[in-house]
Nanobody, 119 residues
């Protein structure tokens, strides 16, 4: 059994910053790609950022230069540092981790954390 626990969401003013964390626990042998998605009300879930096991990163065009994804392999944790936030960044943010665990290869999802950008 693998669990992902997200934290760090909340209410922030436009132009502000937040850091999201997603920690994986359970029977984990290795972790491959780690990603952050978001879903705004009435919209489809979209990929925001990803980081490979070799720490290569990629970003959606709308967040390039403002968001930074990173990982701590010792803690099985992925982070998303968000800056220069705008109301358009308001969404539920989900982490997604591809890993090999006791049950084989799994693509696990976090429970989601709300980010609201508003004055």
């Amino acid at each position: 059994q693998v669990q992902l626990v997200e934290s760090g969401g909340g209410l922030v003013q436009p132009g502000g910053s937040l850091r999201l964390s997603c920690a994986a626990s359970g029977s984990i042998f290795s972790i491959n790609a780690m990603k952050w998605y978001r879903q705004a009300p009435g919209k489809e879930r979209e990929l925001v950022a990803g980081i490979t096991s070799g720490e290569l990163t990629s970003y959606a065009d709308c967040v390039k230069g403002r968001f930074t994804i990173s990982r701590d392999n010792a803690k099985n944790t992925v982070y998303l540092h968000m800056s220069s936030l705008t109301p358009e960044d308001t969404a539920v943010y989900y982490c997604n981790i591809d890993l090999r665990g006791g049950l084989g290869f799994v693509s696990a999802w976090g429970q989601g954390t709300q980010v609201t950008v508003s004055s």
